[in-house]
């Protein structure tokens, strides 16, 4: 019985380490960073607080933060703590922190 759960346990930190790392994959080609830093400062938002998340490359937003779209890209953003977040719509993780 041991042996099964430490092999349950090791499956599920090895599913947890796949899934880290797949949310840390998402490559922003230069020039759509170049598109996202020059829209953002034509469209200046206001920084807002999200309390209890951390600004990290795949933590989740909330669905009660505003997303705002940026032209021919696919991502979505917004300004948390004066940081631009860039962030993937379909699963709302951050994929990118311009500073």
């Not at 797949?22 to 490559?27: E, F, G, K, M």
């Not at 996202?36 to 989740?60: C, D, F, H, M, R």
């Not at 779209?69 to 940081?83: C, G």
């Amino acid at each position: 019985m041991r042996m099964h759960l430490s092999t349950a346990a090791a499956g599920l930190l090895l599913l947890a380490r796949v899934g880290a790392a797949a949310a840390q994959d998402v490559v922003i080609e230069p020039q759509q960073e170049t598109v996202i830093k020059e829209y953002v400062k034509k469209q200046p938002l206001a920084s807002v607080k999200i309390p209890g998340v951390e600004l990290n490359i795949g933590s989740t937003l909330p669905d009660t933060v505003e997303l705002h779209e940026v032209p021919t890209v696919k991502y979505r953003y917004v300004v948390v703590d004066n940081r631009t977040v860039v962030v993937d719509p379909g699963t709302r993780k951050i994929v990118k922190i311009i500073d």
